[in-house]
Nanobody, 111 residues
């Protein structure tokens, strides 16, 4: 079992940046894929960025070139650096691994 706690969300103007963190309650060394997902009001939850234990990453087309996912296994933490934010990035962002979800952190981008 693993507990995930996201942080770093907030209100930012379009074009701005935020860095989200997801801290796990135990070591990530034996966890393969970790992912960031988001859910906007009235929409389904969607995958934003995934990262494997070896550092391989995958991004949704809508965030490629703007978002960067990384992980620090020594700190049990996964990050999502979000640059050039757009109003359509507004959503609750969740961290997920091995079927476990965090509680989410709200990101709001004003135009």
């Amino acid at each position: 079992q693993v507990q995930l706690v996201e942080s770093g969300g907030g209100l930012v103007q379009a074009g701005g940046s935020l860095r989200l963190s997801c801290e796990a309650s135990r070591s990530l060394f034996d966890i393969n894929v970790m992912g960031w997902y988001r859910q906007a009001p009235g929409k389904q939850r969607e995958a934003v960025a995934l990262i494997s234990s070896g550092g391989t990453t995958n991004y949704a087309d809508s965030v490629k070139g703007r978002f960067t996912v990384s992980r620090d296994n020594a700190k049990n933490t996964v990050y999502l650096q979000m640059n050039s934010l757009k109003p359509e990035d507004t959503a609750i962002y969740y961290c997920k691994t091995n079927g476990y979800w965090g509680q989410g952190t709200q990101v709001t981008v004003s135009s």
